[in-house]
């Protein structure tokens, strides 16, 4: 199925479907509000058939908005927004902690006729202004397929630590809160998804017991509220993120379905890695949207389909 793709410059960027359904806006704009690290996301984030599959704002977490890049913790700062977690005291209100990632510009935007392909420049500042990292973004909407009713969004970053020191990545439970090692690339889901089901391949643990494992993928299917029908949401590993010999490091799966539904590619859930002076690392991730509630085989069939 073909695409149109609509740039509003400064502001974000749409795919629309031939069907006529909106699948993806990617917003560049910074939001308004620093205390929720201002950021690019994507959201909304659509099923062909137009069901919404991505939440923004929601009252319990302001800063959660649809598929973003973050970091939780981040030498001593927070990247993700909101309340930053301090062991001993829990959440705390720290605007002071709070830094942002400036889009810098686009150096390569191609679109054809079933596929669009961009790399941003971004660049991860700290609240005092200084300047941490650059970051090349990548995001590519692709294999966009009635009969199967799902399309495919590739996101990469390859980020360089430009300080004259290590960055440290943690998380909160690298800071001393088990089982909530969130950071990366996040994905928080709309209403209708909590209580969703979860689950990986090779296993029949559900979401509460996924939490903390790795995986080469990851799924969340719910009924929607509203409209008779159900969505699938896949999360995927490109095969370097999982490869020992090339990772930077471990990655973890963060996902809840209750009480609110969310998914992160975790790169430091039990463990702190640095990032030395220079340096870089990287990391390829796949999101696969899918209208109905598909099973293990159905997933794992769709995705070897699918090459990286």
């Known amino acids: 199925m073909s695409i149109r793709v609509t740039h509003t410059h400064?502001?974000?960027?749409?795919?629309?479907?031939?069907?006529?359904?909106?699948?993806?806006?990617?917003v560049y704009r910074p939001d308004p509000d620093p205390f929720e690290s201002r950021k690019p996301y994507a959201h909304p984030v659509r099923t062909l058939s137009g069901r919404t599959v991505t939440g923004y704002r929601p009252n319990d977490h302001r800063w959660h908005k649809g598929l973003q890049m973050?970091?939780?913790?981040?030498?001593?700062?927070?990247?993700w927004g909101g309340n930053c977690y301090v062991h001993g005291q829990g959440y705390l209100r720290l605007p002071e902690r709070v830094g942002s990632?400036?889009?810098?510009?686009f150096p390569e935007f191609t679109v054809e006729d079933d596929r669009l392909a961009f790399t941003e420049e971004?660049?991860?500042?700290?609240?005092?202004?200084?300047?941490?990292?650059?970051?090349?973004?990548?995001l590519t909407v692709h294999s966009v397929d009635v009969e199967a009713g799902?399309?495919?969004?590739?996101?990469?970053?390859?980020l360089t630590n430009v300080r004259s020191e290590p960055l440290a990545f943690g998380s909160p439970t690298t800071a001393g809160r088990e089982m909530a090692g969130y950071t990366g690339?996040?994905?928080?889901?709309?209403?209708?998804?909590?209580?969703?089901?979860?689950?990986?391949?090779?296993?029949?643990?559900?979401?509460?017991?996924?939490m903390g494992t790795q995986g080469p993928w990851l799924a969340f299917t719910t009924e929607h509220d509203d409209v008779d029908g159900h969505s699938t949401l896949v999360f995927a590993h490109a095969p370097e993120n999982l490869d020992e010999t090339s990772a930077v490091h471990e990655s973890h799966w963060f996902?809840?379905?209750?009480?609110?539904?969310?998914?992160?590619?975790?790169?430091?859930?039990?463990?702190?890695?640095?990032?030395?002076?220079?340096?870089s690392f990287a990391f390829r991730y796949r999101l696969v949207v899918a209208d109905g509630a598909w099973d293990r085989d159905r997933v794992g069939t769709h995705l070897e389909g699918l090459p990286w």
């Open 10 to 26: 400064g502001e974000d960027i749409a795919v629309t479907a031939a069907n006529g359904t909106e699948i993806l806006r990617y």
């Open 70 to 79: 973050t970091a939780s913790h981040l030498s001593g700062q927070n990247f």
């Open 101 to 105: 990632m400036r889009h810098d510009g």
């Open 122 to 138: 971004l660049t991860w500042v700290e609240n005092g202004g200084e300047e941490w990292a650059r970051e090349v973004r990548g």
């Open 150 to 158: 799902a399309w495919a969004l590739d996101w990469s970053i390859r």
């Open 185 to 210: 690339l996040q994905w928080r889901g709309p209403r209708d998804f909590t209580g969703g089901t979860v689950f990986a391949p090779a296993t029949d643990a559900e979401a509460g017991k996924l």
């Open 255 to 279: 996902v809840r379905s209750e009480p609110f539904p969310t998914v992160a590619f975790s790169w430091a859930f039990f463990e702190e890695f640095e990032l030395p002076p220079g340096e």
